[in-house]
C-alpha cells in the first residue's frame, strides 16, 4: 500500500514511529546522494549525543541504594526491634532525569579538503523544544557562522519552528536551505499536510552542479518498504496538533477513505 498522504503523513510524527522514520530517511537520503556527488564529494553520516533535563522516566524494581544483611541478623533485628507505624505515608513520585538523545545527521564533505562542505539536519522534537532545543539552536548558529552550508529539514507539526527573520507564514513543515555565500538570506520552503513535499537543490562548492533532492520519493518509498501500512492505525487520530481547520477535515476525509 502506498503512502495514502500525498506529502507527509502525519501518523509518522507519533513518537512510536518517529525515531525509526527519522533514521531511516536520513540513511535513505545519504544514500541518494552518494552517486550523484561522487567522486569529489563524500557524503558521511555521523551522530549528534547530547543530553537533556526533564525526563521523567522511571525505572522500575531497580532502587538506587540497596542494604543486604544475613538472615540471622534480620531474625535477631526482627525480634529485638519493634518497627513504628511511620505518621505520614509517602506517595510515589518521579524525579526528573537526564535523558541522551541520539540523532542522526548528515555532512557532505570536499574530498581533496576534507572540509564540511554542507552539513543536512533532520530536526526531531527535542531541537523544537526546552533544553533541545537550546543546544540545537546553539549548533545551528555555530554553522551560520561558517563556511558550511545547512539543509534544515522539519517534518514535524508539533513545536514552536525554529527561528528565522522575515517570515511570518504559517506552515505545518518547512525546510530551509542557508548558503554560506548568501547569509543572512535563505530560501525557506513552506508546505502543508495536503502539499508535496517540495524539491530543493543541494548547495555545493561554486561552480558545481547541484542535485536535486527529491525528498518526497524518499518518504514514499521508505512508507513502502518499511510496512507502516502494517502498523499504523487509520482508525485514529494523528497525533496533535490536529485542529479543526479546512486542513483538519480534508485530511479526516482522506483517512476514513482509506
Not at 540471622?72 to 533485628?77: E, K, L, T
Not at 529485638?80 to 507505624?85: L, R
Not at 520519493?217 to 518499511?226: K, N
Request: aromatic share 8%; hydrophobic share 35%; with cysteine.
Amino acid at each position: 500500500m502506498p503512502n495514502p498522504f500525498p506529502g507527509m503523513n502525519p501518523y509518522l510524527e507519533q513518537p512510536e514511529y518517529w525515531s525509526d522514520f527519522h533514521n531511516q530517511l536520513v540513511a535513505a537520503l545519504a544514500r541518494a546522494l552518494i552517486p550523484k556527488l561522487l567522486p569529489k564529494y563524500r557524503v558521511v553520516t555521523d551522530k549528534w549525543v547530547y543530553k537533556i533535563a526533564g525526563s521523567t522516566k522511571i525505572a522500575i524494581g531497580r532502587p538506587d541504594v540497596t542494604v543486604q544483611q544475613s538472615r540471622d541478623a534480620s531474625a535477631a533485628m526482627a525480634t529485638a526491634v519493634a518497627v513504628s507505624e511511620p505518621l505520614v505515608q509517602p506517595i510515589k513520585v518521579a524525579v526528573p532525569l537526564r535523558e541522551e538523545v541520539r540523532q542522526s545527521y548528515i555532512e557532505v564533505k570536499d574530498v581533496a579538503t576534507k572540509e564540511v562542505v554542507t552539513a543536512i539536519e533532520v530536526i526531531s522534537p527535542a531541537n523544537k523544544r526546552g533544553e533541545g532545543r537550546q543546544k540545537y539552536e546553539a549548533k545551528r548558529q555555530q554553522i551560520f557562522e561558517s563556511m558550511t552550508h545547512l539543509v534544515e529539514i522539519d517534518l514535524l507539526r508539533d513545536g514552536e519552528p525554529l527561528p528565522v527573520s522575515n517570515s511570518s507564514n504559517p506552515s505545518h513543515y518547512r525546510i530551509l536551505v542557508s548558503r554560506s555565500n548568501t547569509r543572512p538570506t535563505a530560501d525557506l520552503y513552506l508546505f502543508n499536510l495536503c502539499d508535496r513535499i517540495p524539491s530543493f537543490p543541494l548547495p555545493l562548492l561554486p561552480g558545481d552542479t547541484e542535485p536535486m533532492v527529491e525528498l518526497q520519493t524518499l518518504v514514499d518509498q521508505l512508507y513502502e518498504e518499511l510496512g507502516y501500512e502494517s502498523f499504523i492505525d487509520y482508525s485514529t487520530s494523528p497525533p496533535l496538533p490536529w485542529s479543526e481547520d479546512d486542513v483538519a477535515s480534508w485530511a479526516r476525509d482522506r483517512r476514513e477513505n482509506l
